[in-house]
């Protein structure tokens, strides 16, 4: 079964508008930590947003944050008032088990996002 | 300001030809990652290092050996490359005692194999 699930391959937004990337995951651990990155056309990857297992708050990072829903085990990024620099691949990743050495991270297929005028 | 930086930014190599790929972080972080990046894959992570002195395997690992040369170099080689190994290959790095344990990456290396 697939760790990270992102069911929305392409999504399209209009400039100023907020947006919803979905994520799903599973795990067994009762300890573990959820992050989104940003992959512009150059290539980079660019941490987002950050949100522990133990977190009671969503994350909130400036126009991002994090719709954290345990029982659900969802973790959608929200983008609000889209700009055109949010045109992009956004990766959903897990990290399993409490933070430490050799923390590895799985990884989604990605949901590549466009924003329009 | 340079984070992790990783060389070469783009090789071409031909079937059973070896490499070194490079990667230093100027961080001071303990943990240090590789991955490979396919279209449609995600990233999937070859090796790891906890920390100087450790390597452990990935995800993917065969065709592939690490070598943590000393706290901020993590070096990955192809012995002898095979054309399933072109990809976007990524290292990354953290620092384990936060609570976050954020992986910050390089640009990343565009590998070919003929």
């Known amino acids: 079964a697939q760790k990270i699930t992102q069911t929305q391959p392409g999504m399209f937004v209009q400039e100023k508008e907020a947006v919803t990337l979905d994520c799903t995951y599973d795990?067994?651990?009762?300890?573990?930590?959820l992050f989104w990155y940003k992959q512009p056309s150059s290539g980079e990857m660019i941490f987002l947003i950050y949100?522990?297992?133990?977190?009671?708050q969503n994350a909130t990072e400036g126009r991002y944050s994090l719709n954290f829903q345990k029982a659900r085990k969802s973790a959608n990024l929200v983008i609000s008032a889209s700009q055109l620099g949010d045109s992009a691949m956004y990766f959903c990743a897990m990290r399993e088990g409490p933070t430490g050495g050799g923390n590895k991270l799985t990884f989604g297929t990605g949901t590549q996002l466009k924003v329009e005028l | 300001n340079a984070g992790v930086t990783q060389t070469p930014k783009f090789q071409v190599l031909k079937t059973g030809q070896s490499m070194t790929l490079q990667c230093a972080q100027d961080m001071n972080h303990n943990s240090m990652y590789w991955y490979r990046q396919d279209p449609g894959m995600g990233l999937r992570l070859i090796y790891y290092s906890a920390s100087e002195g450790t390597t452990d395997k990935g995800e993917v690992p065969n065709g592939y050996n690490v070598s943590r040369l000393n706290k901020r170099e993590f070096s990955l080689r192809l012995e002898s490359a095979a054309p399933s190994q072109t990809s976007v290959y990524f290292c990354a790095s953290s620092e384990r005692e936060t609570a976050k344990n954020i992986q910050y990456f390089g640009a990343g290396t565009r590998l070919s194999v003929l």
């Open positions: 949100q522990g297992s133990y977190d009671e």
């Open positions: 795990t067994s651990d009762q300890s573990y930590g």
